[in-house]
């Protein structure tokens, strides 16, 4: 079955960076498009990122600048460079994956970016 596992979450200063990852496994990896979303305390979940199985990435307008998506189709990893990180990108951070009209998440990985 599809599993999504995150990993790289972790409590950072504000301006610094982190790496977060995503192991695929149960599909064939490199024919989905695959995202990041987050959902903060008491809000919404939010797109954060998307990339084409080729490696196009799409950053919806409030993420662009900060964020870099990248994928390892080798090694059926997603990745989530978050650079210059600020107190309102705290959130848990969700890998996803659409497929056959259903969607797949993981279990998210926790960010916190705070003094």
């Known amino acids: 079955q599809v599993q999504l596992v995150e990993s790289g979450g972790d409590l950072v200063q504000p301006g610094g960076s982190l790496r977060l990852s995503c192991v695929a496994s149960g599909f064939t990896f490199n024919r989905y498009a695959m995202n990041w979303f987050r959902q903060a305390l008491g809000k919404e979940r939010e797109l954060v990122a998307s990339?084409?199985?080729?490696?196009?990435?799409y950053y919806p307008p409030s993420m662009k600048g900060r964020f870099v998506i990248s994928r390892d189709n080798d090694q059926n990893t997603l990745y989530l460079q978050m650079n210059a990180q600020r107190p309102e990108d705290t959130a848990i951070y969700y890998c996803n994956v659409y497929m056959s009209g259903s969607d797949y998440w993981g279990q998210g990985t926790q960010v916190t970016v705070s003094s």
């Open positions: 990339i084409s199985p080729n490696g196009g990435a």
